[in-house]
């Protein structure tokens, strides 16, 4: 077999010893203690340590201005660079956050003194690159968005503490119900809590739309009724109850925040909705598509099979949707990390497929990838022929970084998204193969005929 010939990337022009940055200071940031390293020109004392008190913050800023400093860089410890962050940026300083992983290549470095100084010279030598951070408003609008999601995570866990003292007493309520905090799990509950323990009442409170009998329902309900196990209940309910009231609160200050956004341009009238209907669970406690519409200039994100609103805003809070900061799309893929990362040494490939991450925006466009595979769209066509072709786990990569591309180009052309639907992508496919079988057989010296029906 012949071997494979690797694309080969022309070298640039280094020059490690030209100042880039000649301006520059680094950061190493602690809990209590801030070390800070300007150029060795500007200070007698070029290497300073403050505290971490706000008061003593605004004076390091007033410090790197009697410098002459103009960038800084720091890592990405923590929530502790947040403040200095803010000050720094809010001075008019071009602030750099750094991935800490960038900076221990070179062994030895383990003091405070030191990592303040080395930082200052990768800095000055243009070594560094700034993490990306969205503008002030959506950084906003995200601290509340992650907030949300940890507010729904302690409720799911008092979900599982009423599943767990039901199970207790033996009410099987989980066999009959796909979910108890449901409108009729909820009726049962209560009335549970409010002292009544007859199956056939408790089964009385069963909404018309229940796939199960009322006699079912009364048969789950046949437990011991135990005064320890229904204290754990009414507990696990009121814990349930106070942080969904939070999660209204979060969804009036997110609203609230929604309505003050400034977006660039008029994005005119929003679409209608898809469909109406009742509220689903976990979602937003007002109507949110209108204000993610509003966000996105005038881009309806939610049009993309598999997106629904809660998504749409976890990605735009992450992402933002100024799309510029991403030179491509690849660049944009990459940053996800949902493209292959491929190790070449020695002209080989010693590693590949993609790096492992936690970026918010990579997993939520990972879990719309799953929720395609019985989508009678172009995307889920493709996701059932990835699927069966690498198995779920690449097909779940390949269809969030397809609809990673979707969201970069309708945020960067401002266009609609159209889908074509399955057969449309079926057939596309079909034409492809046929193409390359052709072309494979007029190299072989052969014609490629469509066979003749067999007549019935």
């Known amino acids: 077999m012949a071997k494979r010939k690797l694309k080969r990337t022309k070298p640039g022009v280094v020059n490690a010893l030209e100042q880039i940055n000649p301006n520059a200071a680094g950061i190493d940031i602690g809990a209590e203690e801030v070390w800070v390293a300007v150029p060795p020109d500007r200070d007698e004392e070029s290497v300073r340590s403050f505290s971490t008190f706000t008061a003593d913050l605004y004076r390091l800023a007033e410090w790197l201005k009697a410098c002459g400093v103009d960038i800084v860089a720091m890592e990405a410890t923590g929530v502790y660079w947040i403040p200095l962050f803010e000050i720094l940026e809010a001075r008019g300083f071009r602030v750099y956050l750094v991935n800490a992983r960038h900076l221990k290549n070179v062994s030895g470095r383990k003091s405070d003194i030191l990592d303040c100084q080395w930082i200052q010279q990768l800095l000055t030598y243009g070594l560094l690159n700034p993490s990306f951070r969205p503008p002030e408003e959506i950084v906003a609008i995200r601290s509340l968005v992650r907030h949300r999601e940890m507010l729904v995570q302690y409720r799911s866990a008092h979900i599982q503490?009423?599943?767990?003292?039901?199970?207790?007493?033996?009410?099987?309520?989980?066999?009959?119900?796909?979910?108890?905090?449901?409108?009729?799990?909820?009726?049962?509950?209560?009335?549970?809590?409010?002292?009544?323990?007859?199956?056939?009442?408790?089964?009385?409170?069963?909404?018309?739309?229940?796939?199960?009998?009322?006699?079912?329902?009364?048969?789950?309900?046949?437990?011991?009724?135990?005064?320890?196990?229904?204290?754990?209940?009414?507990?696990?309910?009121?814990?349930?109850?106070?942080?969904?009231?939070?999660?209204?609160?979060?969804?009036?200050?997110?609203?609230?925040?929604?309505?003050e956004f400034d977006p660039p341009e008029d994005p005119g009238t929003p679409p209608p909705a898809p469909h109406g209907g009742k509220r689903r669970k976990n979602q937003a406690y007002f109507d949110l598509a209108p204000a993610l519409y509003r966000m996105a200039g005038g881009v309806d994100l939610i049009s993309i099979d598999g997106l629904d609103a809660l998504t749409v805003q976890k990605v735009l809070s992450e992402i933002g949707t100024d799309m510029s900061k991403w030179p491509t799309v690849k660049h944009f893929a990459s940053w996800l990390r949902l493209c292959p990362n491929n190790k070449i040494t020695g002209g080989k490939v010693k590693q590949r497929g993609v790096q492992p991450t936690k970026n918010r925006a990579s997993i939520a466009l990972r879990v719309a990838a799953a929720s395609l595979k019985h989508s009678d769209s172009a995307l889920g066509a493709y996701y059932r022929r990835m699927c069966a072709r690498n198995g779920a786990p690449s097909a779940i990569t390949a269809t969030a970084h397809k609809l990673a591309r979707i969201i970069y180009y309708m945020l960067k052309e401002r266009k609609p998204y159209h889908d074509f639907g399955a057969d449309y992508y079926e057939q596309q496919h079909r034409t492809r193969v046929l193409r390359n079988l052709s072309r494979q057989a007029a190299k072989l010296g052969y014609r490629l005929e469509a066979a003749t029906p067999v007549p019935v």
């Open 161 to 259: 503490h009423m599943q767990k003292a039901l199970t207790q007493m033996n009410l099987r309520l989980t066999n009959v119900l796909s979910d108890i905090t449901g409108v009729t799990g909820l009726k049962i509950i209560r009335a549970i809590i409010a002292g009544e323990h007859n199956p056939q009442v408790l089964a009385g409170f069963r909404e018309p739309g229940c796939k199960k009998s009322a006699e079912q329902i009364a048969k789950s309900l046949e437990g011991f009724y135990k005064r320890e196990h229904l204290f754990a209940l009414r507990q696990a309910l009121e814990l349930y109850d106070f942080y969904d009231r939070q999660l209204q609160a979060c969804d009036a200050e997110l609203e609230a925040m929604y309505q």
